[in-house]
């Protein structure tokens, strides 16, 4: 689950493309298979279609389209890029380290050059593999259309039954997601207000307050 810092947009994580994990169940479904086969052609009574393991070939790994390489070059603090189709949002996501402050790319382009428009980022209380059970992400809502801006769109009933996913690209993988609801929302600070939801009963209870309408 994810959510945007100007207007709350959630998402339930669905499965990424994983290449490694992707190889490994490849490499077990034929290890399984060339033991079946081998027992068969020891006992020939056993040799049957119906006790034959098939081998699920693996799905190639998700395109990525981001050269991460390319990007660290100047945006070192880079670690993800989030596309919304049908909206102007196609950025990269940064966080800033130790040597700077929590809310830089507040205030900073991806290249660490000051810019009132800043970056898409989130804080160094979310990992960056998004496996948090709440990963926020901050942008400016800029007058011109660009950042956050067009997280508005989704004001439009129709716009937002039309356009539900999300793509996260990491340097591995590609992740999906889909909006399950956008609403706006006070300036609190989600993980502070929840206690970084240490507690799994305290996220569930937050998601009850999302779709009963009481975070709203």
């Known amino acids: 689950l994810f959510v945007f810092g100007i207007k709350s947009i959630l998402f339930p994580q669905k499965k990424g493309t994983d290449s490694a994990a992707s190889a490994s169940a490849a490499g077990t479904a034929s290890t399984t298979a060339k033991e079946a086969s081998t027992d068969a052609a020891s006992t020939a009574e056993a040799a049957t279609a119906e006790t034959a393991i098939p081998v699920v070939p693996a799905e190639p790994p998700e395109r990525i389209p981001v050269d991460f390489e390319e990007l660290w070059k100047t945006a070192p603090d880079a670690y993800a890029w989030i596309l919304i189709p049908e909206t102007n949002i196609n950025y990269p996501v940064c966080q800033s380290g130790p040597d700077r402050e929590l809310d830089f790319y507040l205030s900073h382009r991806p290249d660490g050059t000051a810019e009132f428009a800043g970056s898409i980022y989130s804080q160094y209380y979310n990992k960056k593999d998004f496996s948090d059970p709440d990963t926020i992400l901050y942008g400016h809502d800029m007058s011109d259309g660009s950042m956050f801006r067009t997280l508005h769109l989704f ?26 609801a956008a609403y706006n929302t006070n300036d609190d600070h989600i993980l502070d207000a929840h206690d970084h939801f240490r507690d799994p009963a305290v996220f569930i209870e937050y998601l009850r307050d999302i779709f009963t309408g009481e975070s709203v």
């Open 155 to 180: 004001d439009d009933q129709d716009f937002f039954d039309r356009n539900r996913e999300v793509l996260v690209y990491l340097p591995d993988k590609v992740l999906h997601y889909r909006i399950f």
